[in-house]
């Protein structure tokens, strides 16, 4: 077990006032919290502000934190001396309830000081009582997904861990892996609620509900907003300045498309319900993107000069050069 | 639970396919209906039909819910402060996936 530098994570020297910390923790809880926060890691970060807090934030917590000695440096190997806290009484006060509110949040470190003083005291203790009933709180998993996937539908398997209280009241986690349907024409940062598979509750609890949010993978060539599909198209300058009839891959696969005469680079060509598939399906919007023939060759030179020569063309003509 | 890793699970789309009551809005979020009201007060919930008792909620509701309790307890704000968070929350969605359609793919 690696030991935890509770200061360290909030921020604050160890000798800091308990309004001292609780700016730090304010402050830490607004930047990490997973609702606010896009990070990666903002939420593992917020549960690791909120331990610290909870010990930190108490003063009997904090004092028995401090006799372990300011030596310790975080990241080493710890191990709970015997006896350490001895007269000390952790009368509970409750978690600060994390992201989640899973009563298995909280780092081996943290259980191995404070778990089995004041767990007792909560309702999710081994000490609940016959006819005590809790519903099971929700868990949230993101599930990353590919266009394609969203093009035809797809299923995914899904592991979960999930914190469990044993009979002497440890807290263990467990891998539960899950098998979903992703529906077919599914957006971007939308939810999927599974009624039922969320965490268990206490004694006939009803237990809580699993919701997956859906992220997709970044696309090669295509981006995505809700179920529009968007594209950059590189085009000749011929065929945007004659016209042309050209293949445009989509992400069901490749179509003809019409390009007018004289069109500009930058335009945008709408090929409507070429998008992702749903009730309405999304389009499927084209950027010109006028791509320069390499001039490498003598025969390119060649074309290129003759071109400075046919053609009264000033590029800067409206930047008045 | 070796069953439930051989059925395949579907769930349903929450922003599209939900629809709730008041009551069903509070069993999903375990808040009780003053809660919610207060919540429908600050304007942060819309649901349709006149009276409480018709009142629908949609998918997005759920999730507003949750993220109202959570930013309330986890940092403390009043429900006016989570009120102005949601919606500023919101706007950056929007514009995160504004910068995410203007940015060249394969380039992060």
């Keep these: 077990m690696k030991f935890k530098d509770y200061y360290e994570v909030m921020g604050v020297n160890r000798d800091a006032t308990q309004d001292e910390i609780k700016r730090a923790y304010r402050k830490l809880a607004r ?20 331990e610290a807090y909870e010990v930190l934030k ?14 310790w440096k975080a990241g080493q190997d710890f191990q709970a001396p015997p006896d350490w806290d001895a007269g000390f009484e952790f009368t509970g006060g409750g978690y600060t309830g994390g992201f989640g509110d899973d009563a298995g949040a909280h780092s081996d470190f943290f259980e191995s000081l404070f778990g089995q003083g004041f767990r007792g005291a909560g309702p999710a203790g081994p000490g609940s009582r016959g006819g005590f009933h809790v519903g099971g709180t ?12 969203a093009m035809n539908g797809a299923t995914r398997s899904i592991s979960l861990r999930v914190p469990e209280v044993d009979a002497r009241g440890h807290v263990t986690t467990r891998e539960r892996v899950l098998k979903v349907n992703i529906p077919k024409g599914v957006k971007q940062g939308q939810h999927i609620r599974l009624a039922g598979q969320g965490n268990r509750g206490i004694g006939e609890g009803k237990p809580g509900d699993l919701y ?11 981006r ?9 198209l590189p085009v000749a300058p011929w065929e945007a300045a004659l016209g042309a009839s050209i293949k445009v891959p989509t992400p069901a696969g490749p179509v003809d498309m019409k390009i007018k005469p004289q069109s500009a680079n930058g335009s945008k060509l709408r090929l409507s319900g070429r998008g992702i598939p749903g009730k309405p399906p999304g389009d499927l919007y084209v950027t010109l993107q006028i791509a320069l023939p390499p001039a490498t060759t003598d ?5 290129y000069r003759d071109m400075r020569q046919a053609l009264d063309f000033n590029p800067r003509a409206r930047l008045g050069v | 639970m070796a069953k439930q890793a051989t059925d395949t699970l579907n769930g349903i789309i929450l922003e599209e396919e939900a629809r709730l009551t008041l009551r069903e809005l509070c069993d999903a979020c375990v808040v009780n ?13 819309e649901p349709a039909g006149q009276e409480k ?56």
């Design chain 2, 33 to 45: 209906a003053d809660f919610i009201c207060e919540l429908v007060d600050e304007g942060m919930l």
């Design chain 2, 53 to 108: 008792s018709h009142w629908y909620f949609t998918g997005i509701s759920l999730r507003r819910v949750r993220r109202a309790q959570r930013l309330q307890r986890d940092l403390g704000i009043n429900l006016a402060g989570v009120a102005l968070a949601l919606d500023l929350l919101d706007e950056v969605d929007q514009l995160r996936e504004q910068l995410n359609r203007l940015s060249v793919p394969g380039q992060e």
């Design chain 1, 31 to 50: 930047k990490y919290h997973p609702d606010v926060s896009k990070q990666a890691d903002a939420e593992e970060r917020f549960k690791e502000v909120g």
């Design chain 1, 58 to 71: 108490d003063p009997e917590k904090r004092a028995a934190y401090d006799q372990l000695g300011a030596n």
């Design chain 1, 138 to 149: 929700d868990h949230h998993a993101k599930v990353l997904i590919d266009l394609d996937d």
């Design chain 1, 224 to 232: 995505v907003e809700g179920r529009d599909v968007y594209l950059d």
């Design chain 1, 299 to 303: 025969k390119a030179k060649e074309i």
């Design chain 1, 212 to 222: 997956l949010e859906i992220e997709f993978n970044p696309h090669s060539i295509y």
